[in-house]
């Protein structure tokens, strides 16, 4: 399992509803938490990962606490609140982070790995990071969301990054 870099394809793809809960997909679970976790990551999307389908995992608890991935399957946004500024970064755009405004309170309505229904509420990060999960499997990046000016600067910078970042041919595609 990789973590697929911007611009891919498949970080622009809107993601389907997953159908069935069965052992291969607990065992890409397993495998999302722990290339999160590797990747000092506190989210991660199943299209960043090449599977377009509805599932991320997050855990936004601090290093000095015990890890407490959590695993949100099919989620809807039922609720958002207030606005927030905050600095924003993205597994699949390393080396870059930027400021991007985001509901600070945020309500979230899903199933677990077993196929219970959950709800689950974020505040701060635990929001930010609801909202940019759910965006990637809108096919949404978080670079698409900033203002134009600030997207024309990433644009200009992206290029030096990849090219620092000396990845294979396929990330590239
Ligand atoms: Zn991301």
Redesign the pocket.
């Known amino acids: 399992m990789k973590i697929y870099v911007y611009p891919h394809e498949i970080l622009k793809k809107k993601a389907e509803p997953v159908r069935e809960i069965d052992g291969a997909l607990q065992k890409f679970i397993d495998d999302m938490i722990e290339l999160m976790y590797r990747a000092k ?1 506190v ?3 199943a299209n ?1 990962v090449g599977e377009a389908i509805r599932l991320f995992v997050m855990d936004v608890s601090g290093s000095d606490e015990p890890p407490s991935p959590i695993v949100i399957i099919n989620p809807v946004i039922t609720a958002m609140e207030g606005s927030e500024v905050a600095e924003e ?5 390393p080396r870059y982070s930027a400021k991007l405004k985001r509901a600070s309170l945020v309500e979230v309505k899903g199933f677990d790995r077993h196929g219970n229904e959950i709800r689950y509420e974020g505040q701060g990060l635990a929001a930010r990071c609801l909202q ?2 759910i ?2 499997l809108d096919g949404i ?2 670079v698409d969301r900033l203002s134009s000016l600030k997207k024309a600067m990433f644009r200009k910078k992206w290029p030096k990054i990849l090219a620092e970042l000396d990845l294979g041919k396929d990330d590239k595609e």
């Open positions: 990551g989210g991660l999307a960043q970064g993205c597994l699949s755009v940019h999960e965006d990637h990046c978080f």
